[in-house]
């Protein structure tokens, strides 16, 4: 039986592991956490339907623990990768016939854009921490209130030069639309203002949710990146920015400010690049052999990619994406 | 002879009163008239105009032919009420006049002389008025009984709907109802005690006399007409103030109307006239589509007419109309609804003096020379399709044009003026009117029938003839100017716009052009009863959704046709058609400009 | 008071805090179907009156949306309601509807 | 506020042996004030530090406003370096922010760009027959002051603290634009957060006002202040400020910059005769001081000797506030025991200065 190694616990390695598991090769997952479900786990309704991110990442675990023949490494790293052998932090060796490359992304680090003050002023978070607000079921300023006024902040670490960042994180205006729902339905009474560079809902369905976040929801969508943040008197958080579907400058206070940090491409792909002879784009993310035909493929002969580590997609296009890599690497085996 | 009695007091005061409040409502209408309709009536009060209008009185009031004309059921249940009631008045004067000769009997005399014949001694029936009288009161019985039943079951009298009403014609309409029954009672018992009476009120007056113990009918006696007294009292009080006023208005009105007199774009006292002639029959519910296709059901004409009359008319109503002109088709009564719509929206909105459109002195962005001018029209700049098949045919018919406003235009007005804005959009009419003029034109073209109809009633364009392209192309072909070919595999459905059927009474003009290239086929409803594309110019309450409902089902009956090709004369129409269908749909000029020979 | 040859300029800014948004919720309130404007100025490219003004409508709805109500009535009366805007509004906005809301409510009546 | 990331900017700081360059603004509107800053690093705190006479304005102003053009800044900038290595100096200090910033601008541009250095090294030689050289540290004095902020609380004799309440003075630190906002990496805690008068305050006793309108400009603008047609600009800046930090209600503005040490103090005045809002406590105007005149007050030096009777806004309040003694009287004396003359009254300043003080003549 033919045996591969897959580099990544999350949604993509897992479904990877799945699918190469019925087609009958086996398959061995390592994660660097102590669990499976990488980003996924602790997120809390995934757009646009509000599927909570429990019930697919639920369904896939199943899956992944009634498949034959997956093992799973869990709290090991890869420290040396060739096609055919993979060395873990362990010392152990896994040999292979090919390896899965699905180490996903790295949430951009808000502190960086340090003129919306994360990390410096209060009921200033990250789509990230909403989503883990959502979780816990209790969204609240610091000082225990109710926000009244919350503001969400498009592409931060996103279309950005100034950061170096600049691709566009695909996922995160979706999200934007998807949380200032919520937020909506938490809070009727609340204005939520989205500001935004461009809307780009790209996928089926969510035009519609963003409609809807306009019509029936009432969220206000400001066209204009927020500049700086500081704080009031009253400990809430004055935002600037301009208006540019109007021409002017516009300020307001906020209760609370939710930062859609973007996709970066993990530190370590430079590292991949330079040891194994693989290839970085110029965002950082690895790049496959071409778009189309070989959008799995590294120019490697046996190293494939899948889900995030090549570009930000997401949970749909990671899950289909693993699925081709499987059925890609059955078909490549075969050539062989 | 005494011809009083207590339970007449109901009687007396509600009569007093509904005279009074009526004679005042008129007297106030009438001084308040503007002098140009005083003229009017002046000119026209002793021609045979007075005549024509106590036919049209005796036609409508009385027998309600127009309601018989929709629904047989629906007619005789108008007439019966009106007409019966009429006769039972008539004929009761004529019974005492039978009995009493010249003696001045008072009104209460005349309506209960059942109950005062033998109050009076007075001696020797004349069973024929008995039973005629029985007769007509059986004959409005009978239109009672259909006016509740019409209640129940409005689709019997070929309505879906009927109108929902407030609270005074509650009053009215259930004193009414109980008027007749209760006239019935009255007699019937009178009968029974007395004796006498017809086949109805005889026969059932020997049925309780025969059933019924003499004291029990003694103690309802005097009740029961007390009751009738008091259902005709409430009645009469509640009738000026419900729509019951209807029954009076609608005589005045047809004298005016016969006198020319016509409500205008700015609210006048002879609406009054208009407006409290409306029954509130309910029959203008059904056609409109805003009920049918959106259920919509407080905006319609019957709804906006008793909101204006009552004070308590909202912008949100009165700016929810298409103003298809689809209830004033079918309107009984013949009220002006579109022009009363319009100037309540006047009332509401029109600011003057606002210095607007200053801005307009000066531009002129008209293009080329010709005795022929061509308004495309706003709606039209967005179908260039429309734009350059005339130009096709102005070339075939080897026509000179003066291209008014191919490079952008000024609006000809009419739809700021159906919001209300009428004193604005007078600015709009001056600036258009002064361009024409300027440029010196025999003929003014349109494709647009919204800036065709504004034109024709509110330009006064001197020494200039206004067609729509579908008259100016009949004309052409008419004198051999244009040649077209002729396919029987062809088949064409044509769409009525509104503003150019019912509105400018053009239906024939667009038909024989489409004849002359291929066979048309009609939908469902055409001509007067054409359906509104749903886009008119004149709604700004429907949503964008609404506004595709309606286009969808037009589009599915003119599909239904089963022709290949869908045309229209509007702009607008055809915008909003080709969202709600998968057929092609052509303006009338592409068709013609394709088969040109 | 002391004249220096110059004044303090007014803010060009929107300052949403300060802006009464009363009249700018009722709008909104009576016709939600504003807010999926997605400001690609379709209204004002075909604009009659834009293409012989500076009106712009989609700036005008944009600022009343932000409670900048100033000017915007008179701005307004620029427009001849001639409902071109609204065939081409990709969202499907009664935008003529808007226009007369807005001038109802900011000219109270 | 939790300031972590201003550790994330460090810059190189020299620990002795400056060479100097004044500010034109300063010299002319707050004398005292490079004055004190030579005495505390030379007297107070023992470092070497030359005043030149040989060297010149920037041109920094001409510059920003369109009249020098670039070749001939970079040569007069090009002169002071040369300057500097002639007296034997590699440590630039440059009391001017604006200077700052063009000094931080330029060396950047010979680095980006080396045919502009050459350009400039053979126009300072055709020009003046020296050699060009480049510094080896440049910082800005508040940079200076900044590092040495801790020998300086180490040797106080007041510290920024309400003498009768104990409580720490509430200051605003108002950082110059040209500081950090061009090259974030040049100001300490950068462009956003920067610290380097924060560190001072926080230092020396006082506690920092963060407000909304913190980052945003005085108003100067160059231009928008040259042109007396643009000055509504100018002021709209200040005004914005001030009306933003006044409900905090501090005790004193600090900047770090020459023209908004002026203008933050001297608009106090403008706006206060043109609507009579005045910002500070008590009907008065909000006390501005500079980083060496806070400085010089922490090490108990005289307010008249610091140059403090040429303020807008009188600084009496203050100096009450800190508990620092000092003669009332003797405000308008000069170095001589002179009368330098005294100010008309104005509204920004509650208090008629004769009635109250008896100026001494």
Known sequence: MKHIVIIGGGIAGMQCAVELSSLGISATVIEKEHATGGKLASWHRLFPSFTPAEDVLGELRLKFAKAANISLRCGVTATEITPRKVTLSTGDELECDAVVLATGFTLFDARIKEEYGYGIYDNVVTSADLEDMFNRGEIVLKNGNKPRRIALLHCVGSRDEKVCQRHCSKVCCVTGVKQAIELKEMFPTADVFNFYMDIRMFGPGYEEMYREAQVKHNVHFVRGRISEVSPTIDGRLQLKAEDTLTGRPLKMSVDMLVLLVGMRANEENAELAARYGLQCQESGFMKPQDNFMHNVE??????????????????????NEATTVALRIKDWLQKQ | MTFFALFCIPFIVGATLMFLSVVLKYFSWLRQLPTSDMILIAKGIFTPRTLSAVWEIVCESLLHRRIFRRNVVLGYMHMSLAFGWFLLIVVGWLETLSYLGTEWVPLQGHVFFKYFVPLNGIEGHKPLFDNVMDALLLFVLSGVTLAWLKRVRSRLMGMRRTTKHIFFDRIALSALWFVFPLRLLAESITCAIYGGGGFLTGNIGTLLSQHIDADVLMALYEPMWWMYSSALGIFFVAMPFSRYMHIFTEIPLIFLRHYRLRPAAKTKSYDNFEIEACSRCGICIDPCQLQSQLGINDVQSVYFLRDRRYNMLQQKIANNCLMCGRCEAVCPVGINLNTLRQNSRTTMRNIPNEGRY???????????????????????????????????????????????????????????????????????????????????????????????????????????????????????????????????????????????????????????????????????????????????????AINDAQQLTIARSVADELEATGAETIVTACPLCKKAIARGTKHSVSDLSEIVAKNLK | MINFGFSINKPRVIDIDNNNLRKSNEIILEMPELQACIGCGSCTASCTAGNLTDFNFRKVHTLVRRGEYQGAYMELNKCMLCGKCRLVCPRGINTRGIVMLIKRKLGDF | MKRSSWTDYQKDIADDNYYYARSCIRQNFFPGSEKAFLNILSKDLGRNIFDDPLHTSCTGIGYHSDIVPLPTIMTVVARQFSLMAEAGYENFTSSCITSFGIYTELLNTWEEFPELEEQTREALYKATGREFAKPKNLAHTSDVIFHHREEIARKAKHRLVNAHTGEPLRVVEHIGCHYAKIFPKSGIGGSEFPYVLAGMVEEWGGEVVDYPERRHCCGFGFRNYLVQANRGYSIANSHKKLESMSPYRPDFIVTNCPGCSMFLDKWQYTIAEMEGTTYGQNGCGIPVLTYEEMAGLVLGYDPWELGMQMHQVDVEPLLGKMGIEYDPSAKYLGRNGKYIGCPESAIVNSRAKETLYKIKR
């Not at chain 2, 044009?401 to 000024?410: H, I, L, M, P, Q």
């Not at chain 2, 072909?477 to 503003?499: F, N």
């Not at chain 2, 291929?518 to 886009?535: W, Y």
Request: proline share 3%; with cysteine.
């Open chain 1, 298 to 319: 590294s120019n490697v002969e046996g190293i494939f990619y899948a889900g995030t580590i090549t570009s930000p997609k997401s949970v749909g296009e990671t899950l």
């Open chain 2, 358 to 540: 200053n801005y307009l002195r000066g531009i002129d962005l008209s293009q080329g020379e010709g005795r022929v001018g061509y308004f495309a029209g706003c709606m039209t700049l967005l179908t260039p399709n429309t734009m350059s098949a005339m130009q096709r045919i102005f070339e075939a018919a080897g026509e000179k044009v003066w291209w008014a406003d191919k490079e952008g235009s000024v609006c000809c007005g009419r739809p700021l003026k159906l919001s209300g804005e009428s004193d604005s959009a007078q600015k709009m009419i001056d600036y258009n009117k002064s361009l024409f003029e300027k440029h010196n034109i025999s003929t003014l073209v349109t494709s647009c029938p919204i800036c065709l109809r504004v034109f024709r009633e509110d330009y006064d364009l001197q020494g200039i003839e206004v067609l729509h392209h579908s008259e100016y192309i009949l004309r052409l072909l008419q004198q051999g100017r244009l040649k077209v070919g002729y396919s029987a595999e062809q088949r064409y459905t044509y769409h009525d716009p509104c503003e150019l059927g019912r509105g400018s009474g053009i239906y024939d003009q667009p038909r024989a052009v489409i004849e002359a290239v291929g066979i048309l086929l009609e939908p469902k409803h055409n001509r007067r009863d054409s359906l509104c594309c749903g886009s008119s110019v004149a709604n700004t």
